[in-house]
């Protein structure tokens, strides 16, 4: 059976990571793929744990080879997933997970459209009481709820969805789908 790169997406409060946890713990043919980004590395930090730590030439010479499946800039610093790192993963035969916001899941998906792009979330209560548990205004409510309903609209380009209401549920379901 060919091994899988599985891209995670939904809003946040659906769970993604706490299902990915699951999966990893469960699975050991199932592991995430260490991101890179050309961000200053800060004290304490180790190149290869947590992130693969590029100056800009080095992330300029990702980005012009193609090595970058997604990426993004965040508060002035670029992010990504490499495909070298991912296919080597794949290539030992191990199914590789990730977990990226839906316009970072449709970047890797236009690249490798083989990847299997799956979209979790829990039903619009659920995700109502998730958010209602940490906001501290109706405003932020409603916003963070809008902000749910955009991605759902954007995230047409996934191959599954996966309802997160129960999370070991969700857990379960994702792992059949991985194979």
């Not at 549920?169 to 059949?176: D, F, Q, R, V, W």
């Amino acid at each position: 059976m060919s091994k899988k790169l599985v891209v995670l997406s939904g809003p946040s409060g659906a769970g993604l990571g706490d299902i990915a946890a699951a999966v990893f713990a469960a699975r050991k043919d199932v592991v995430p793929v260490v991101p890179v980004t050309a961000r200053k590395m800060k004290e304490g930090e180790k190149d290869g744990v947590g992130f693969y730590f590029y100056d800009l030439e080095g992330w300029n010479a990702l980005k012009e080879s193609g090595d970058l499946i997604e990426a993004t800039e965040f508060a002035g610093n670029d992010y990504g997933t490499s495909r070298r790192l991912v296919k080597e993963l794949l290539d030992r035969g191990l199914n590789v997970m990730i977990d990226r916001s839906v316009d970072r899941a449709a970047q890797v998906k236009r690249n490798m459209p083989e990847a299997l792009c799956v979209y979790i979330e829990p039903s619009a209560r659920v995700l109502e009481e998730r958010y209602r548990a940490i906001c501290r205004s109706e405003l932020e409510l409603s916003l963070r709820m809008e902000t749910a309903e955009r991605q759902r609209a954007l995230s047409s380009f996934c191959d599954a969805r996966i309802n997160s209401d129960d999370l070991e549920a969700a857990a379960k379901e994702l792992s059949a789908l991985i194979g």
